[in-house]
């Protein structure tokens, strides 16, 4: 199994950036699809997360309104599409997919990219 995240990179604050996350080597229709980040000296925090079938999204508080999860079923893709990037947007950011009511550290984790908003 192997996700691979893609599209990080350095953007000024109130721009925007596309993650994506291409996941392969089984089916994912039971598990949930999540964006996590941490920042340093902080600890990891869920950011959005969906199911494959593409129901039930849920935002963090922080990034409500300016975030949008996505899947593409067809092409086993889950985006991340982040506007309105604040500073406090910067950390790396992982994809991530595990089974309904379990916990997310036991399912299977991207390498991570990093996300920078900075002037």
């Known amino acids: 199994v192997q996700l691979q995240a893609s599209g990080g990179g350095l953007v000024q604050p109130g721009g925007s950036l596309r993650l994506s996350c291409a996941a392969s080597?089984?089916?994912?229709?039971?598990?949930?699809m999540g964006w996590f980040r941490q920042a340093p000296g902080k600890e990891r925090e869920s950011v959005a997360t969906?199911?494959?079938?593409?129901?039930?999204?849920y935002y963090a508080d922080s990034v409500k309104g300016r975030f949008t999860i996505s899947r593409d079923s067809a092409k086993n893709t889950v985006a991340l599409q982040m506007n309105s990037l604040e500073p406090e947007d910067t950390a790396v950011y992982y994809c991530?997919?595990?089974?309904?009511?379990?916990?997310?550290?036991?399912?299977?984790w991207g390498q991570g990219t990093q996300v920078t908003v900075s002037s």
């Open positions: 969906i199911t494959w079938s593409g129901g039930r999204p």
């Open positions: 991530a997919a595990y089974l309904w009511n379990t916990n997310p550290s036991s399912g299977y």
């Open positions: 080597g089984r089916t994912f229709s039971s598990y949930i």
